[in-house]
């Protein structure tokens, strides 16, 4: 199509966005998207979490004639998406399993009043499932979570092959590809699997700048997370290793906070999974203690905090479970509390892989230690290791606000490796430091320790250093767990020995001040307005059974707040009220501002 007509239909878009979203403007690369999509063009859009992928086919699929068929994985996304396009207006439906109106639905699409019709990828290749779309003028494919159509993908679901024949049996309709996760590799096979033209992949930056990164190490996880709820009244998720620790953790943090806390994790029997993941969407101070099996599916736009109780898998990983948090483009935070045990027995696990994967393991290991053990800006890092070139420093980083006190201690780690050597490789990190300090007790004194050169070679500046080194020289691999929980030297260790490599280490940082009682990150000024505009919201959500996020955002509220409009029309220019949820809820609103 024309540029000229496709501008003008951008600028049709532009319009559209806010009397049906609400929003004054596009965010980052929506336009671009949109604009492919109206002109008919097939686009693979890689976009981060929060960035905005359902509105770049909801808002063409509200504008041009014709259905724009969705296809999504889970049918927990598919309804979350669903409530929200219909408060928004836009005429929607699913057909999963689970929903009755399958008549409704049907009847519906086949008289064109649908602009949005979502599926799952085992319906969309069933051949009742082409007949069906081939009696109504069809806008747009929508593939969501493109990248399960890779087996590059870490989430390879075959059913998406089958799209391909359904789609080329439309071959007027353009395709648009989504997905926040796709490197060049999984790229590369999303076009060619979906036939979408090698000039129509649009990458937006991997940054989630709302996002606050901190890494600390873990001393109390109980103690460090609530401490965190504190800060963060909001929602949080915190990732544990296991499932028991995902109960113990829950029980407690919320005896010690008296906040809503549940469990989550695969063994817990899945109605009560179920429950659980409910009941953290729709509340707005829940905090869930889960293993990774939660998250995929989750759409909350508002939790406030992810944190990790233990190192994650892979910077991979951590990025995705950290980019659930502050969907809504509001401040949140990343908490990674690690310990040195974490990498000591993630490398002791790399010797029970298969020989093939232990490499590749190894990599993820060590690029993990660099994130964890850098003096320097935490996003930039992460960034660079998506492969993109981002400033040294961000300001929105434990370290970028807080510059950390870095010092050499190769000649210490130098003590502590062979203190390790010379004991033999299998006493604990608490013997190796009375040795080098000098402290002889019973155990010393029987195994003749006492009598090592490396006996006492630490000086009482040093000493307070060890217990760092013991950390850093562990995520190193210089240090390994034995399997009687001893330490041994590992493969990174004899460059150090050698001098060949030096050990700096981070100092930790004073604490940092308090947050001012009675504000939160949804109400930086303590507001009461604002108070009692989400008081209201919450009403509303619980009488429609839904989450209040559906009604309106925090920033939504807050602008009221500070806006106090006293007219419908005033209301409208607040950013996220369209036209329909002015109708729905405007007056309510109105008068708890009238009121204040
Ligand atoms: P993604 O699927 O990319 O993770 P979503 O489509 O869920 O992101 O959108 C994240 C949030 O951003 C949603 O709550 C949405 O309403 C909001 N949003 C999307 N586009 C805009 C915009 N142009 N202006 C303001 N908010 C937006
Ligand atoms: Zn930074």
Redesign the pocket.
Known sequence: MHGVIADDLLEQAQAR?KSL?G?D???GR?PEVIRRVLSGQSTLAV?????????TYQLPAHMLAGTCVVVSPLIALMHDQLRSARANGIRAATLTSVDEDWRETQEAFRAGALDLLYVAPERASQPQFRELLSCTPLALFAVDEAHCVSEWGHDFRPDYRLLRPLMDAFPDVPRLALT?TADAHTRADIIAQLGIPDDGVIIAGFDRPNIRYVIRHRDSAARQVAQLMADNPGPGIVYVPTRRKAEALAQQIGASTGRPVLPYHAGLPPEERAANQAAFVASEDMVICATIAFGMGI?K?DVRFVAHAGIPKSIEAYYQETGRAG???DPATAVMLWGAGDFAQARQRLGELPEGRRAGERTRLDALAVLVETPGCRRAILLRHFGENPPETCGNCDHCLNAPTVTDASEVARKVLSAVYRTGQSYGFGHIQKVLTGQSDERVLQRGHDRLSVFGIVSAEEAPLLQLLSRTLQARGALVSTDHGGLALGDNARAILKGEKTVEIVLPPPRERRRPRGSSVSNPLGDPLFDSLRDLRRSLAAEAQMPPYVIF?DATLREMAALRPQSLDQLATV?GVGAKKLEAYGDAFLAVIRQH
């Open positions: 966005l979203f929003f403007n596009f965010r929506q976009m981060p979490t929060g960035a905005g992928k359902s509105l926040a759409d736009p969907r809504d483009g955002h950013g």
